[in-house]
């Protein structure tokens, strides 16, 4: 009877001692179960790299004034208190940097906007006679190129031939042109009365003047310098050797235009046409990035403002700091700032 006693106790034990490791395992098991979920839950960490101060500014809405709300979200230069003006859309055609060829006609202003050249080209080159007229600020600038020139080459002998050409006037050299060459030859040699690049008054023909004799200018010898510096004073080669397909026109040497600084420096370094730089600029708008030129001292930033198909077109500029603003006869308007 006693030994039956002791069995059924060492049974109990038994049971106790499996009874309680089931629940430890069970406890273990709940707690494992916990951890796991909780992991499962959590984000995981990702290692970003450090933003430059800079680099936030120009992201965060919050960084631009909370008086404009009307500011696009990305400020180019934060230095610049840029503010919203108001053009006429019609000033696509107007401007130094006006596109006009065979695609894009010129758009004659009604007043008297070319002046003959006699009145203010100073004394060191020539022009045919008084009939020759050009936008006085190009003449100007020509002054200027000619004087450095006469200094440097110690020659006078460069003469303004043809400067603004009326739509009459430019009728009369295509008609003899298609009359000596046919209409193929001649569409290449001048263009259509309307789509010149002489309309624009921002444009010369230069010739040679030596003992009262007329001869084409080359851009040759001595008068290379012109070539290599007209840049300086916002001309560029309008017809560049190589170029007739994107400028729908014959080379020459002698045919020169007036764009301003720092446009001359951008064509001429990029090894650009007026065509070519017309549609490279665009890509360089307000809300995007801006194009920056360094010259001679001072520091150019050059971006582009399409135009509304409204009367009136708003654009961006610097509220308290030197800038233009030119049509480029096509599609918009390029800001240039001066720094």
């Not at 309680?20 to 790299?49: G, H, W």
């Not at 919050?62 to 404009?68: A, K, N």
């Not at 560049?240 to 420096?265: C, F, I």
Request: with cysteine; hydrophobic share 35%; aromatic share 12%.
């Amino acid at each position: 009877m006693a030994k039956s006693f002791e069995k059924n106790k060492e049974l109990n034990y038994l049971a106790i001692i499996k009874a309680v490791v089931f629940l430890v395992a069970v406890a273990l098991a709940f707690v494992l179960l916990l951890v796991i979920v909780q992991r499962a839950s959590e984000t995981p960490t990702v290692s970003v790299p450090e933003q430059s101060e800079t680099s936030i500014e120009t992201s965060t809405e919050d960084s631009l004034p909370d008086s404009d709300t009307s500011l696009p979200p990305v400020v180019i230069n934060p230095t610049v208190n840029y503010v919203p003006i108001e053009l006429d859309t019609n000033a696509i055609h107007s401007g130094t940097t006006i596109l006009v060829n065979g695609s894009n006609e010129f758009v004659f202003p009604s007043d008297e906007f070319a002046p003959t050249m006699a009145d203010s080209k100073n004394s060191d080159y020539y022009v045919r006679d008084r009939s020759v007229c050009l936008r006085t600020e190009v003449t100007e600038k020509l002054n200027e190129l000619m004087s450095e020139y006469r200094a440097t080459k110690s020659k006078k002998n460069i003469m303004v031939y043809n400067g603004y050409l009326d739509r009459d006037a430019q009728k009369s050299y295509y008609d003899r042109a298609v009359n000596n060459y046919g209409e193929d030859k001649a569409s290449m040699m001048q263009a259509k009365p309307g789509f010149a690049d002489a309309h624009t008054g921002l444009s010369i023909d230069l010739r040679m003047y030596n003992n009262g004799e007329v001869s084409d200018f080359k851009g040759e010898d001595e008068t290379l310098w012109i070539v290599e510096n007209a840049h300086r004073y916002g001309f560029i080669v309008r017809y560049p050797d190589g170029k007739e397909m994107t400028t729908g026109l014959n080379a020459s040497a002698s045919k020169y235009r007036y764009v301003g600084l720092p446009h001359s420096v951008l064509i001429k370094n990029n090894e650009l046409t007026l065509e070519e730089y017309i549609a490279k600029v665009k890509a360089y708008t307000y809300e995007t990035s801006h194009w920056y030129c360094e010259f001679e001292g001072s520091t150019y930033e050059v971006y582009f403002a399409p135009a509304s198909r409204e009367a009136k077109t708003v654009v961006y500029v610097p509220g308290d700091m030197e800038y233009t603003i030119s049509g480029n006869n096509v599609d918009g308007f390029i800001i240039t700032i001066k720094y």
